[in-house]
Nanobody
Framework: VQLQAFGGGLVQPGGSLRLSCAAS????????MSWYRQAPGKQREVVAV???????NYADSVKGRFTISRDNARNTVHLQMNSLEPEDTAAYYC???????????????WGQGTQVTVSS
């Protein structure tokens, strides 16, 4: 199973970016999908989570500004980021909890980081 994340870049404060992450490979089903971020010198933190039933949860720091969504048919998760602030600068990582067969256990998979830089 591979997760490919893309959509990062450089944006001015107040701007917007949309991150996407596509899961591919031997996938039977996907449970939750999430976005995490890690700024230099800081621990990785969860940004947003979406369940298989599309229930969502957000870190307090991004509530009202970020929106997570998923396309189950394409095994894809998106993160729409609006009103970006310099404090949002970090490498963003997608995560998916995947089962590869009907009888297998659930496994965590990670995508490579995509850099988001918010600066004027």
């Amino acid at each position: 199973v591979q997760l490919q994340a893309f959509g990062g870049g450089l944006v001015q404060p107040g701007g917007s970016l949309r991150l996407s992450c596509a899961a591919s490979g031997s996938i039977f089903s996907i449970n939750s999908m999430s976005w995490y971020r890690q700024a230099p010198g800081k621990q990785r933190e969860v940004v947003a989570v979406i369940t298989s039933g599309s229930d969502t949860n957000y870190a307090d720091s991004v509530k009202g500004r970020f929106t997570i969504s998923r396309d189950n048919a394409r095994n894809t998760v998106h993160l729409q980021m609006n009103s970006l602030e310099p404090e949002d600068t970090a490498a963003y990582y997608c995560n998916a909890v995947v089962r590869t067969t009907m009888s297998s256990r659930w496994y965590n998979y990670w995508g490579q980081g995509t850099q988001v830089t918010v600066s004027s």
